[in-house]
């Protein structure tokens, strides 16, 4: 087992801050569940971020992603590994009062969490222990995007007037109601299910998307300046249910939780390279 610390606040511009807040252990190399994550080839796309026409393509690396989003059941496997991470005993600044709130206790679901259904009410940092743990990380924005841009067939379906429509449905349904199991929908083209429809997911570099400043420092008018200059310039300007991931995202803190807000992990394509990973749903 190898040891590292979490680096707990990063900034744009690869600047970051380390605090001792928790010794993290990693998961030994053979811990990794090949059938858990698809490998996701390398490629270029538009990124919908993209400010001007004439911005050139993103470019993303192979890498590896779960195929799920971490579930209740999956962290409260890690908050008992690592209790630094229960509910009442994080610390204020890498979680807030209501991290885990859903739970009937620190280390009991309950009957508002069942087991299968994805985690809520986490914060950035915690998300980011977990990843970490299990030898991964939190996949960037791009990847998340290049990935979420997939429907059932295509890989890229974002000129495909109907896939739209279907994403914009999900996102005008009402709240309030029990999250679904993860995994109920089909899996898109790259064999990875709940990129859309079910949860919102933290990105590792949410605080850098089209605002200034580091996860603890985000004013009035940096929000505003993306909610007005910043949206405006998109590419996709149709694309509604990306503005709104981004808008949202770029208002959190590292330590906020939200409702509707979980995660899933990235993993280097180099984790496991043994491993027999099915790519685009073979």
């Known amino acids: 087992m190898r040891v590292r610390l979490v680096r707990a606040i990063e900034k744009p511009m690869h600047t970051f801050v380390k605090l001792s807040f928790a010794a993290i252990m990693l998961a030994p190399a053979g811990g990794f569940a090949a059938e858990a994550a698809a ?20 470019v993303i690396g192979e890498f590896l992603l779960a195929r799920k989003p971490v579930t209740n059941r999956e962290f409260l496997g890690f908050v008992r590994r690592y209790p630094d991470w229960r509910r009442d005993a994080a610390m204020p ?12 206790g620190a280390l009991t679901l309950g009957a508002t969490a069942l087991p299968g259904q994805p985690l809520i009410n986490v914060s950035w940092f915690a998300a980011r222990a977990y990843c970490e743990a299990e030898g991964g990380r939190l996949p960037t924005w791009h990847e998340w995007e290049y990935v979420a841009a997939a429907d059932e067939t295509e890989t890229d379906a974002r000129s495909n007037p109907a896939w739209r429509q279907t994403i914009l449905s999900w996102y005008s349904e009402t709240g309030g109601k029990a999250l679904p199991e993860v995994g109920g929908r089909s899996a898109n083209a790259w064999a990875v299910h709940d990129m859309h ?50 808008a949202m995202l770029s208002s959190l803190r590292g330590r906020d939780t939200t409702r509707n807000l979980g995660f899933r992990c990235a993993y280097d394509a180099s984790r496991n390279p043994s491993a027999t990973m099915r790519t685009r749903g073979e």
């Open 39 to 58: 490998r996701i080839e390398a490629g270029s796309f538009k990124s919908v971020l993209s400010l001007t026409e004439r911005a050139e393509e993103v």
């Open 93 to 104: 600044l890498f979680a807030d009062q209501n991290y885990l709130a859903h739970w009937e």
């Open 197 to 246: 429809g079910l949860i919102w997911e933290w990105v590792d570099d949410f605080n850098a998307l089209l605002v200034s400043g580091d996860s603890r420092e985000q004013s009035g008018a940096d929000k505003m300046q993306f909610c007005g200059a910043g949206a405006a310039a998109m590419e996709e300007k149709e694309n509604y249910a990306v503005l709104m991931r981004t």
